[in-house]
């Protein structure tokens, strides 16, 4: 495969991303593993930012393996991983004639019958990973949502001029999947544990749907089935399994309840035995702009990272902003 100069990144927006939160996540690493070969799990990957951030910048990574519960992002994913020229084909076929309406109501009448064709026609794999970035290059906000059917139903976003097909971008990614040979799973999170290295080291890295902040703010689906306190305790359950293996380090984010409510302490009663930590995030995904505002989100780790003996479980001041 031809090599190329662009850099591994999301080729997806999805929501709860994790590119501006990339540094922090990084310096909450275990030291651990510094320098030494280990197996990268990512359990609920979506768009991957972390994912392709950790291929780039830990080479020491022999083996990784991802998964997510959506069955279309995780055939993205393979088609990039098998087929990056096809899809780039394919996609920049269905991008010049979508270029090739010419008034705003053609192109969203070619926006819904492009999500008519994804919802209703059974499609080969290269088609679904197609429609599926087309739709969410031209989607309201960018994001992927289902409804009750499972049905996407995303309305047209008006984008001045979205860029639909990234070659680039594609091919970068398909290099860095081959290159770490990562194994694509499409499954429940509790399934990643058949593929841990009970040999060598392992990091798992836990991006799970976010507990709401309250009732009407928070985004969180991803696919009809909901994830509600229960699935939060089960994730709980199985970290606490993990914990309990040799060579499995963890690290976890979520949303920091008790920020917003002093009395929610959720978090840290679930994940009382574990090193709890607040990094601040900017989050894009809400609509209303004077809502993106900066939160402070969780980071729940199995290992005590650098600086730690710094942090007051009280005070909700960042490690990072503290340790220099
Ligand atoms: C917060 S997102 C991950 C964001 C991601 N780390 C990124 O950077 O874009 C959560 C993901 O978990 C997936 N998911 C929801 N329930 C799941 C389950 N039971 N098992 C595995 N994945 C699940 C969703 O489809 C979604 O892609």
Request: charged residues 25%.
């Amino acid at each position: 495969m031809k090599r190329t100069e662009a850099t591994a990144k999301p080729f997806i927006k999805w929501a709860g991303g994790k590119g501006q939160l990339l540094s922090q996540l990084d310096e909450h690493l275990p030291q651990q593993l510094d320098g030494r070969p280990f197996t990268y799990v990512e359990p609920f990957v979506g768009g991957g930012a972390m994912l392709f951030h950790m291929l780039k910048k830990h080479p020491e990574i022999r083996r990784a393996v991802i998964n997510d519960i959506n069955e279309y992002l995780v055939t993205a994913y393979r088609v990039i991983k098998e087929q990056p020229q096809e899809l780039i084909e394919r996609l920049s076929a269905l991008e010049r004639q979508y270029y090739a309406s010419d008034s705003e109501e053609a192109k969203k009448a070619f926006y819904l019958g492009a999500r008519e064709i994804f919802n209703e026609e059974k499609l080969d794999d290269i088609d679904r990973a197609k429609y599926l970035i087309f739709l969410n290059r031209t989607c309201f906000n960018g994001l992927y949502r289902e409804n009750a059917k499972g049905k996407f139903n995303v309305p047209f976003g008006r984008y001045l001029h979205p860029t639909i097909c990234n070659a680039e971008t594609i091919l970068a990614d398909s290099e860095a999947l081959n290159r770490a040979n990562v194994t694509i799973l499409n499954g429940d999170f509790s399934e990643t544990l058949n593929y841990l290295d009970e040999n060598g080291m392992n990091f798992v890295y836990f991006d799970p749907p976010y507990r709401p902040l309250n009732t009407t703010s928070s985004f969180n689906s991803y696919v009809k089935e909901e994830f509600n306190d229960k699935e939060q305790i089960r994730l709980r359950n199985f970290s606490q399994e993990l914990n309990g293996r040799l060579g499995v380090y963890w690290m976890l984010s979520n949303s920091d309840c008790s920020a917003k409510n002093p009395e929610d302490t959720f978090f840290e009663t679930i994940y009382n035995d574990f090193y709890i930590h607040r990094v601040f995030a900017s989050r894009a995904i809400n609509a209303n702009p004077t809502k993106r505002g900066k939160l402070t989100e969780l980071l729940i780790c199995n290992y005590m990272p650098e600086g730690y003996g710094l942090y007051a479980a009280e005070d909700r001041t960042p490690l990072n902003k503290i340790k220099k």
